[in-house]
């Protein structure tokens, strides 16, 4: 660590996401723990949100840890919490805490936290709430360990990340100002929103205010909120340059340093492991995907693939279709195409005729022969109705395949009974064409498993890859995109994957190769160095 950076004694994270995977900050926290619990210890502690033991999953609880000091918060703040371990390399402190007792005077508190920050939480609604008094409880705890356990002369720092945290920040600004206290936005709240509302983000990020367009998309509480963490946190962060750009303009406050997001890569089999991890998988996939088109694929056809979230425009999935329909039409495809689209849905569970089609007792599925489990109103649904709209058929002569697998991937979904990553080293290329990526996960994920993988410009990922350096023979393509090139997005996403089927298997295994050093220059150890920056300029505040 360079001398200059000032070590914190504690330092207190939290995260609607602790011990609670919902997304990629999950990834972000979880990864980055055992970098700091080296360091640290059991002065590293995550609090997260009590959600009940169905949530939590991977929360070991041991209910002696801190004992006295939970009856004491119980007596004098009427907050209970659990503590143990999240089950996650290095096994770090997690305290759960129950913040619903805050609900009965949560119009008091948001009368409170207007006249001490300005934040305006008049238009409340939804998951706001529970946010808000999540993240007022994270700072009555935070608060109470700090002083039960006398930490006066220590250097602690407490670490807020998104805007659903942000009251526990006010809380301590207000009653515990020796506290060093980071904020991290990992997506704006009203640039997610106005890309999510078919508005161009890019052109016009310039002239966005975003008090107006908060107002606009009925978005002034959470707004309120971030924005005024951002300004009164003594260190403000985001992931990407991207998004710093963003808050700029739309909370009128820069970064102060950008963190972006590293991963570990203990998850990845090792060598020994690897081959045989990646033929299981890619047989896996080959038999779910001939039992739901009724026919054999050739041996040597081509697994893509995309996942993540739900968004239909922020992920790009509309790109990704609209690219197979133009690979469908090409004269020059000499493999077939297999396209999966492993994004979760809503769902009432697997489909039962594939399912015993898999197991062998009847000889052909009559459903759908584009998705894997049964949706909830498919006629809803866009990812159907855009393949309807491409007339992808998926028949028997046709070089482009396209399948539909809108489950969660956690190894328990009934038809592939695999995780997303034991499928994820099966598949040849993936594909995440962006348009509202602040950081992105999923491409970073992919080459750490020596997958190949195209993203664009729009993601943070992509922009620190650099995408000067194009071409899916150096591992990671990078596809340059704007508000108004979208043509051109999906003719260069057609060309990347043709592209990609045309190689040789040596030049295949060389972009394997580039790709997993790639992810290897994101590991924690060379990223951790930013976050060292946030803490030594939020403890400076506090000399």
């Given at each position: 660590m360079n001398n200059n950076y000032i070590t914190p004694d504690y330092i207190f994270e939290t995260s609607w996401e602790v011990c609670n995977k919902v997304g990629g900050i999950y990834t972000v926290l979880s990864t980055r723990a055992s970098v700091l619990q080296q360091r640290l210890q059991d002065h590293l502690l995550f609090l997260g949100?009590?959600?009940?033991?169905?949530?939590?999953?991977?929360?070991?609880?041991?209910?002696?840890?801190?004992?006295?000091?939970?009856?004491?918060?119980?007596?004098?703040?009427?907050?209970?919490?659990?503590?143990?371990?999240?089950?996650?390399?290095?096994?770090?402190?997690?305290?759960?805490?129950?913040?619903?007792?805050?609900?009965?005077?949560?119009?008091?508190?948001?009368?409170?936290?207007?006249?001490?920050?300005?934040?305006?939480?008049?238009?409340?609604?939804?998951?706001?709430?529970?946010?808000?008094?999540?993240?007022?409880?994270?700072?009555?705890?935070?608060?109470?360990?700090?002083?039960?356990?006398?930490?006066?002369?220590?250097?602690?720092?407490?670490?807020?990340?998104?805007?659903?945290?942000?009251?526990?920040?006010?809380?301590?600004?207000?009653?515990?100002?020796?506290?060093?206290?980071?904020?991290?936005?990992?997506?704006?709240?009203?640039?997610?929103?106005?890309?999510?509302?078919?508005?161009?983000?890019?052109?016009?990020?310039?002239?966005?205010?975003?008090?107006?367009?908060?107002?606009?998309l009925n978005m002034q509480a959470k707004h309120s909120a971030e924005k005024q963490a951002a300004h009164f946190a003594d260190c403000f962060t985001t992931v990407s340059d991207i998004t710093a750009r963003e808050c700029t303009q739309l909370l009128c406050k820069t970064p102060d340093v950008v963190t972006p997001n590293g991963f570990e890569d203990d998850f990845i089999p090792n060598t020994k492991l690897f081959g045989a991890k990646r033929k299981e998988a890619h047989q896996r996939l080959k038999e779910v995907a001939e039992c739901l088109l009724t026919y054999k694929l050739p041996e040597d056809a081509v697994f893509v693939a995309t996942g993540g979230r739900y968004e239909f425009l922020n992920k790009g999935l509309d790109v990704f279709i609209d690219s197979l329909k133009r690979l469908e039409a090409s004269q020059s495809l000499s493999h077939t195409v297999v396209a999966f689209l492993m994004v979760p849905a809503y769902i009432s569970g697997p489909r039962e005729d594939l399912q015993k089609h898999?197991?062998?007792?009847?000889?052909?599925?009559?459903?759908?022969?584009?998705?894997?489990?049964?949706?909830?109103?498919?006629?809803?649904?866009?990812?159907?109705?855009?393949?309807?709209?491409?007339?992808?058929?998926?028949?028997?002569?046709?070089?482009?395949?396209?399948?539909?697998?809108?489950?969660?991937?956690?190894?328990?979904?009934?038809?592939?009974?695999?995780?997303?990553?034991?499928?994820l080293i099966g598949i040849d290329l993936t594909v995440f064409p962006s348009y509202y990526e602040p950081w992105g996960y999923t491409p970073l994920e992919s080459a750490a498993f020596s997958v190949p993988t195209v993203t664009t410009s729009l993601s943070g990922f992509g922009q620190w890859v650099n995408y000067n350096q194009q071409g899916i023979d150096q591992g990671v393509a990078v596809i340059p995109r704007t508000d108004s090139n979208y043509t051109d997005v999906v003719q260069q996403l057609a060309k990347q994957i043709e592209h990609f089927t045309s190689l040789s298997p040596s030049n295949i295994q060389t972009a394997r190769s580039k790709a997993r050093k790639i992810a290897e220059m994101a590991l924690w150890k060379h990223f951790i160095e930013y976050y060292d920056k946030a803490y030594t300029i939020a403890l400076s505040k506090k000399k």
């Open positions: 949100p009590e959600l009940g033991n169905d949530a939590h999953p991977d929360f070991i609880e041991e209910p002696e840890l801190f004992a006295e000091w939970k009856e004491d918060l119980e007596k004098y703040n009427g907050i209970r919490i659990r503590s143990g371990r999240w089950n996650i390399p290095g096994k770090p402190v997690a305290l759960l805490i129950d913040f619903s007792t805050l609900h009965l005077q949560r119009n008091n508190l948001y009368r409170q936290v207007w006249e001490w920050y300005g934040v305006d939480s008049l238009h409340a609604y939804g998951d706001y709430h529970d946010s808000a008094m999540f993240g007022y409880a994270v700072g009555i705890v935070i608060d109470s360990y700090y002083r039960y356990y006398k930490l006066t002369h220590k250097k602690v720092v407490a670490h807020f990340n998104e805007w659903m945290t942000a009251f526990g920040l006010f809380f301590l600004k207000r009653y515990t100002p020796e506290i060093a206290t980071i904020f991290t936005t990992h997506a704006t709240s009203i640039g997610r929103s106005i890309a999510s509302n078919h508005k161009p983000l890019y052109d016009y990020l310039p002239s966005y205010d975003g008090d107006r367009m908060a107002a606009e898999l197991n062998g007792e009847t000889d052909t599925p009559h459903g759908n022969p584009f998705v894997t489990h049964q949706l909830v109103e498919p006629w809803h649904d866009p990812i159907l109705s855009s393949i309807s709209w491409s007339h992808l058929t998926n028949a028997k002569d046709t070089k482009v395949k396209i399948i539909f697998v809108p489950s969660y991937l956690k190894g328990d979904d009934g038809i592939f009974n695999k995780s997303y990553y034991d499928l």
